[in-house]
């Protein structure tokens, strides 16, 4: 038997002033894990996270949260609403102390002060504002704000936790602190994580799932060969090894679990092996030719499967065919390593 | 000028020894204006609140006219109420003409219009991410607006106070349908006016002192109000 997965959306519109802002045929999410909605501003990842908060209804569509029909519909049942909680981009802190913003969504659950206020304290220790229970709530830093509201909403044990930019606008001490906080979340506490960013390489990091969004739809994955990997040294020279037999050449001065990035853009295809100045050189059959817009999205297995963007007429003039052995090729200064 | 100085003096020493004259005055128009003040607090802010939140059609009329009642001229009301209380007027029967009630009356009809218009600028300016914080921690629609209400509280308390400052010096409603009846319907600024008229410059003084120093306090009250409390966060 198939798992249901926590939500299920299928054509959901989302319009805002006579535009669409939001257009997904078909998404799901699993339960567990972080999953990253990815992209610049304007993708539509704040809105969707609002329809998956289960307050901000879809214009048109079905939204499905954990085998329960929401929209269209009456909206959310309070069982459903309660196991959702969002945390936005700038969170609002109400007009009290520390502890009674942690408490509040505990209090108005029906839960006496005493008991709200030692499961908020619990959760205060979680994000590490242990010993400020009694401060007043706005007189906490940016990045402190932020853990005090993901306290608020983790001290109600929510199924889903879903954070608008958690990692933005935060100092160095603080995002640490939200990455580690963030990344622990579904093993300690069993909560789904949603966030939006418009960093992909903070998604990674984090070990997330990417859904790509560009213009409210969901985009052809743009983060193209991002690959997990392990810095190893051979002859005096590092190298990123990402599968069995795959190591990457790339400027780094990282050691041990890192991700690589490679440019599609600056991938050049070849039939034969291509005498030039880039460090990077693998073989490997085609495995897909699509015209994404403008442009052709040749894929690659190399050992892993790596993306080449190429011009409709390059792609003539090579004529390449899934299947077709071709050599890619790619300057060590093309890799981000992160 | 020496009639000033001999007033100023005779009124310092009334007040020293609290003479039971001012005591007494002073005593009416503080349970008048904080009956009226309650009232009008208990009708004039959950009446803004809810112009502040609700969308129908006519909203801006109500809230102009609400705004143009502020500017209400305290004697205009005294001439309204007065005509209903008259004995040949439509609430003659109930007997109300120079009664403490029918000042209450009076003063709660200045305040209301200044407590809620005052109200909707605290309401609508408060921070637009409350209600939506509240809902998705849990709150239902109504607890969400009260916990708004809550994050603005300063916001009120001044409202009120304002309320209380509009009520406490004026004359008009005092004196239309007070009477200024002394021991019972006289209030500071009614009895200021009259001792005055009377040639009594000494205790006109006293009582002025005393109304100028609980229209100081308030005002001072109101300055001391939370800066930003009302509105967004800094």
Not at chain 1, 134 to 162: D, F, H, M, N, Y
Not at chain 1, 240 to 264: F, K, L, N, Q
């Amino acid at each position: 038997m198939t798992e249901v997965p926590l939500y299920r959306l299928r054509g959901v519109v989302r319009r805002f002033g006579g535009a669409v802002v939001l257009d997904l045929p078909e998404l799901e999410l699993g339960r567990g894990g972080i999953h990253f909605l990815v992209g610049p501003n304007g993708a539509g990842k704040t809105m969707l996270l609002g329809v998956l908060s289960l307050l901000e209804s879809p214009s048109e569509g079905e939204v499905v949260f954990d085998g329960e029909r929401i929209f269209p519909g009456p909206g959310p049942s309070e069982a459903a609403a309660r196991r959702v909680t969002l945390v936005g981009q700038a969170p609002y802190l109400f007009d009290t102390t520390v502890l009674g913003n942690a408490a509040y969504g505990l209090r108005r659950r029906g839960l006496g002060r005493t008991a709200a206020e030692a499961a908020a304290s619990e959760a205060l220790a979680l994000v590490g504002l242990k010993g400020f229970e009694g401060r007043r709530a706005r007189t906490l830093s940016g990045g402190e704000a932020k853990r005090l509201a993901i306290a608020r909403a983790l001290a109600l044990r929510p199924q889903v936790l879903l954070l608008d930019e958690p990692l933005a606008n935060v100092d160095e001490a603080n995002r640490r602190i939200l990455e580690e906080l963030l990344a622990g979340i579904p093993g300690r506490l069993g909560a789904t994580v949603v966030a939006t960013t418009h960093d992909l390489e903070e998604a990674y990091r984090l070990g997330g799932r990417v859904i790509a969004l560009r213009g409210g739809r969901l985009a052809d994955v743009p983060p193209d060969n991002v690959y997990p990997g392990l810095v190893v040294v051979r002859d005096g020279e590092k190298r990123i090894r990402v599968a069995e037999g795959v190591e990457v050449c790339a400027p780094t001065v990282r050691e041990g679990r890192v991700h690589v990035a490679v440019d599609a853009r600056a991938v050049v295809l070849s039939r034969a092996p291509l005498d030039s100045s880039a460090r990077n050189r693998f073989a490997g059959p085609v495995t897909s030719v699509r015209l994404c817009g403008d442009h052709v999205r040749v894929t690659v297995d190399i050992g892993v499967s790596l993306s080449a963007w190429v011009t409709p007429s390059s792609l003539r003039e090579l004529g390449l065919h899934p299947g077709d052995r071709v050599t890619v090729s790619f300057k060590a200064t093309s890799v981000r390593v992160f | 000028m020496e009639y000033l100085w001999d007033g100023l003096r005779e009124a310092a020493g009334m007040l020293w020894r609290l003479d039971p004259e001012v005591c007494s005055i002073a005593w009416v128009s503080l349970k008048v204006t904080f009956l009226s003040t309650a009232l009008a607090a208990a009708a004039g802010v959950p009446l803004g609140a809810w112009l502040a939140v609700s969308q129908f059609r006519g909203k801006r009329v109500a809230v102009g006219i609400l705004n143009a009642l502020m500017a209400l001229p305290t004697v205009v009301v005294g001439l309204f109420l007065y005509s209903l209380l008259t004995r040949r007027g439509l609430l003659g029967p109930l007997g109300l003409l120079y009664t403490v009630t029918a000042m209450v009356a009076g003063q709660f009809l200045l305040a209301v219009p200044l407590v809620a218009a005052m109200t909707v600028g605290v309401v609508q300016g408060a921070d637009p991410r409350v209600i939506p914080t509240a809902r998705t921690l849990g709150a239902s629609p109504w607890r969400a607006r009260l916990t708004l209400m809550g994050e603005v509280r300063w916001g009120l308390v001044a409202a009120v106070l304002a309320g209380f400052g509009r009520v406490f010096g004026e004359v008009g409603v005092s004196m239309m349908v007070g009477g200024n009846i002394r021991g019972y319907t006289r209030t500071l600024t009614t009895a200021i006016a009259l001792q005055t008229g009377r040639g009594e410059f000494a205790l006109g003084l006293a009582l002025g002192i005393v109304l100028l120093g609980v229209a100081l306090l308030v005002n001072g009250a109101v300055q001391l109000v939370p800066r930003g409390a009302a509105g967004r966060e800094p």
